[in-house]
């Protein structure tokens, strides 16, 4: 074959495997059967391997994935990606029409366009000249990040554009998905395999996207489903929808348009009745002005538009037994009650914990360790304690006794509750002296060991306002520091530097950064290599914590505890949308895997500390005490008699500190 027909060839399979993958995903409907469109395929792969020279961006074979990213670039866009106000009845669809219609010319007559919300990550896709050049995340709404790597891997998402006159620019929007039956088939092979099931289908896909391998994003089965032309601007929303389809883009079909509101209520029952039916997950259905030039003009309050509303369906009930009531301090010194229950469903999540707010609510509900409750999600996100189901409650339950729970699970702490209040908060702390401190702590050596955060400068950029949070150190620039009394240009530039490169640490180290309670160097490396990413950690149940050797009930309640509380959640989101990723060794592979180690005494060659960390990082455990386990007591200038003794008695052998150098090499 010639390059010329070669090229013809290609030419014609590119039409026709790209108008099987239209019809398959756009119009559910089949040309031919899966095998052949695969040796279509196969044939096309062949003959751009012969002929290299006439591959092309756009062309079905570009959907693998391509070598790993060090970081994502991120990518300011050009209209900003909005977020839609939350309504929660008929009486509120109502008054948002009332609102718009006051701030629109007496004549006007608005019509309604309707669609399904999906739960996804939010995705804009850029086209140029009808080829697929950029696909960035929402972020913040006005900066995402470039995933175009990962999303060239989404087998419904067309690499070029179909139609003929396509503009020079397009920019479609939509939600990256993961089928409810896919997700399933996904977790039975998680279960097969003996690993933990995945929380649910939307963080998984948000994961996928986010990976740095785009081979991750490729195996797993992601769907983008577009919801919004940005460009070209068409007059309504429903042409937008039909250009989009016209382009080659998957929708959800559940669009429709109405002419009064009366009808998109009861779109609105409809839709809440057949919604479980649906192949993706849902929460909720959008309701816009359908004129886009009215839309437009209403304009946006904050980070939202006047012109649309996401009504939300009442939240799903399920009944759970709680197993405890653990106290979580949170960043005011506040002591939050959170119910820590058995793992249940609720809203396409999986749920293991609710917080109590405060003793009054605990007595109000009369709730019990013990007892089955009722648990909802309120506007399908927090999960709350509606109902205790007191015909199921153990004879032997006691009321549960606040004050004796807090000196039980905080012995070193004293707690107030002032008149007037409901909450107690630990006494003779501050909101900004518990934030300098727990930056203090994320920055010193056991945890990140961030060069220049120290107590004088953390005190300097809390006092100026600077840091309000442990996710503000990474908004840091160098400009804004150099202002601080304390800082000149060189200081500002290192210190911005040495927060950037802790955003990639050793996972462990991460885990001690964030300052749980009862979790030490040594705890946090066995939940690192237990879980392997934060995301597991923070889905873990009490069952699983438990499990570790060396992590007994406390602790676990207080892991527990950490991973409830709200604004923990919300900090770890924030850092992760910042760029902290922090990354996992298996140590099992190490060369000191298996082996445990103490040191006595004063080494000349580096602190204690440090020593050990250089332990740690070929993989060997430190313990406090000489035990039958202890590998070996490495011994420095005048080492404590108890632990030489011990070691003797116990035939554990002793080196020096140069063997110890030797050992670390």
């Known amino acids: 074959m010639t390059k010329d027909e070669a090229n013809a060839r290609i030419l014609k399979l590119r039409e026709l495997i790209n108008d099987y993958r239209y019809h398959y995903h756009v119009l559910d409907e089949s040309i031919m059967s899966e095998p052949a469109a695969d040796s279509l395929k196969h044939e096309l792969a062949k003959l751009e391997e012969e002929f290299p020279e006439l591959i092309t961006p756009d062309s079905p074979t570009q959907r693998v994935a391509g070598q790993p990213l060090d970081k994502f670039t991120k990518v300011t866009h050009k209209r900003r990606m909005i977020s839609l106000a939350d309504v929660f009845s008929e009486e509120e669809v109502r008054e948002w029409v009332v609102r718009n219609y006051k701030l629109v010319p007496p004549k006007t007559k608005f019509e309604f366009f309707t669609d399904i919300k999906m739960d996804g990550l939010a995705m804009s896709l850029h086209y140029e000249n009808g080829v697929l050049k950029q696909a960035v995340t929402r972020g913040d709404g006005l900066v995402g990040e470039d995933v175009t790597m990962n999303v060239r891997t989404i087998e419904n998402i067309p690499l070029k554009l179909r139609g003929e006159n396509i503009p020079e620019i397009v920019e479609a929007r939509g939600e990256v998905v993961i089928f409810k039956a896919d997700f399933e088939r996904l977790n039975e092979i998680q279960e097969k395999h003996g690993e933990k099931p995945y929380a649910n289908p939307r963080n998984l896909a948000a994961g996928s996207i986010r990976q740095l391998d785009p081979k991750i994003a490729a195996s797993r089965p992601l769907h983008f489903m577009a919801y919004d032309l940005i460009s070209p601007n068409l007059p309504t929303h429903k042409e937008a929808y039909e250009k989009l389809r016209e382009f080659g883009f998957q929708t959800s079909k559940q669009e429709k348009v109405f002419e ?362 430190i313990t406090s005490g000489v035990t039958k386990t202890t590998t070996a007591l490495i011994v420095g200038d005048k080492p404590g008699k108890s632990k030489t003794d011990k070691a003797e008695k116990l035939g554990i052998k002793t080196i020096t500190e140069q063997d110890f150098l030797k050992l670390i090499k």
């Open 260 to 621: 009064n509101i009366e009808d998109v209520l009861g779109e609105i029952k409809r839709l809440g009745e057949t919604r479980a039916s649906l192949p993706f997950g849902t929460d909720g259905m959008v309701i816009k002005i359908n004129d886009r030039e009215i839309y437009d003009q209403l304009g946006i309050i904050g980070k939202t538009p006047r012109a649309a509303v996401a009504f939300k369906y009442p939240a799903e009930e399920s009944t759970t037994e709680v197993k405890d009531i653990v106290i979580q301090i949170g960043r005011t010194g506040a002591a939050t009650p959170v119910a820590i229950f058995d793992p249940v469903q609720l809203a396409g999540s999986t749920i293991r914990h609710a917080t109590l707010h405060n003793a009054d609510e605990i007595a109000r509900l009369d709730l019990r360790i013990g007892d089955t409750v009722i648990i909802y999600k309120a506007g399908d996100i927090i999960p709350q304690v509606k109902e205790v189901l007191k015909t199921l409650r153990p004879e032997n339950s006691k009321p549960f006794d606040y004050e004796k729970a807090l000196k039980e699970q905080y012995p070193d702490l004293d707690f107030e509750r002032k008149d007037g209040e409901v909450v107690y908060r630990v006494k003779g702390l501050t909101s900004d002296l518990i934030l300098k401190r727990a930056i203090e702590y994320y920055a010193s050596k056991p945890a990140l060991n961030i060069e220049g955060l120290g107590e004088k400068n953390v005190e300097a950029l809390v006092d100026a306002g600077l840091v309000k949070n442990i996710s503000d150190l990474y908004r840091l620039k160098p400009e804004t520091v150099s202002k601080l009394e304390r800082f000149a240009d060189l200081s500002a530039n290192n210190l911005v530097a040495a927060i950037d490169a802790s955003k990639t640490a050793p996972l462990a180290k991460f885990i001690a950064a964030l300052g749980i309670r009862h979790v030490g160097v040594q705890t946090a490396i066995s939940l690192a290599n237990t879980f392997k990413n934060i995301e597991n950690l923070t889905n873990a149940t009490e069952e699983d914590l438990l499990q570790i050797p060396d992590i007994g009930l406390v602790v676990a309640e207080s892991i527990l505890a950490y991973f409830s509380d709200e604004d923990n959640l919300k900090q770890l989101n924030e850092l992760k949308e910042l760029g902290v990723n922090p990354t996992f060794t298996d140590s099992s592979k190490l060369p000191l895997a298996g082996q445990s180690y103490i040191i006595s005494g004063t080494l000349e060659s580096m602190g204690r500390e440090e020593a050990e960390d250089k332990l740690r990082e070929k993989g060997a455990t």
